[in-house]
């Protein structure tokens, strides 16, 4: 199989890595972890366990994905971006049992530094800002800024900002600067045409 991995990470025995995914310096993959074909996982990388990965995920370094986390297809997790799974932690207090699960959907975009509280979703190609910190579910499509983090616009399947509203109201569309893909906005959500 075409796989990577650095000479310095640890990828343990079980772990399942697609075709063409590269494990990179100092990262460790767990046993249990479900990763796809064409990822990437950069320098100082944790993997956890009960993790699943799509195909073509880049995951940038100094990130821990830790159980209860999945990222589909096409997601990119800036540098030092963080993931939970107990949304009240106590060093005393074992609460394994308590994972609440969280989901980033197909091409979402986590920004550098930012983190996701446990038991969020965030949805097919959201763009979660730089330092945002999530505490609630993201639409598809959503922008979102801030701490904590609140929609201030809408991003298009290329990563483009759309010169569209953030207002429940809005019957509006708008085409992508760079490609000319068309979106329609109606009754809070965004699409494709």
Same mark, same amino acid.
């Given at each position: 199989?075409?796989?990577t991995i650095?000479p310095s990470a640890?990828?343990?025995e079980?772990?399942?890595l697609?075709e !063409?995914?590269a494990v +990179?310096?100092?990262s460790?993959? #767990?046993?249990?972890?479900r990763? /796809?074909p064409?990822?990437?996982l !950069?320098?100082n990388v @944790?993997?956890? =366990?009960?993790?699943?990965?799509?195909?073509g %995920?880049r995951?940038q =370094? =100094?990130v821990?994905? *830790?159980?209860a986390v999945?990222?589909?297809?096409d997601v @990119?997790v /800036?540098?030092?971006? %963080? @993931?939970?799974n %107990? @949304? =009240?932690p $106590?060093s005393a %207090?074992? $609460?394994?049992?308590? *994972?609440? $699960?969280?989901l980033v959907?197909r091409?979402a975009t986590?920004?550098?530094?930012?983190?996701l509280? #446990? !038991?969020?979703a965030v949805?097919? *190609?959201a763009?979660?800002g730089?330092?945002?910190?999530?505490t609630?579910?993201v639409?598809?499509?959503?922008?979102?800024?801030g701490?904590?983090?609140?929609?201030?616009g +809408?991003?298009s399947?290329?990563? &483009?900002k759309l010169?569209?509203?953030?207002d &429940?109201?809005?019957?509006?569309?708008?085409? #992508?600067p760079?490609?000319?893909e $068309?979106y329609r906005l109606? /009754?809070?959500r965004? &699409?494709?045409?």
């Amino acid at each position: 199989m075409n796989v990577t991995i650095h000479p310095s990470a640890i990828v343990d025995e079980g772990a399942q890595l697609g075709e !063409g995914t590269a494990v +990179w310096h100092f990262s460790h993959v #767990c046993a249990g972890a479900r990763i /796809g074909p064409r990822c990437s996982l !950069g320098q100082n990388v @944790f993997v956890a =366990n009960d993790v699943v990965i799509g195909a073509g %995920v880049r995951i940038q =370094n =100094n990130v821990s994905v *830790y159980d209860a986390v999945t990222l589909e297809d096409d997601v @990119f997790v /800036g540098p030092s971006a %963080v @993931f939970t799974n %107990v @949304f =009240n932690p $106590r060093s005393a %207090v074992p $609460r394994k049992h308590e *994972y609440r $699960r969280t989901l980033v959907k197909r091409g979402a975009t986590l920004g550098a530094n930012c983190t996701l509280v #446990c !038991g969020t979703a965030v949805g097919e *190609y959201a763009f979660i800002g730089a330092g945002a910190v999530v505490t609630k579910d993201v639409k598809p499509h959503a922008l979102m800024t801030g701490v904590p983090a609140r929609q201030t616009g +809408w991003m298009s399947r290329h990563g &483009e900002k759309l010169a569209l509203p953030v207002d &429940e109201a809005a019957d509006m569309e708008a085409a #992508c600067p760079a490609t000319g893909e $068309r979106y329609r906005l109606q /009754g809070g959500r965004l &699409e494709a045409l």
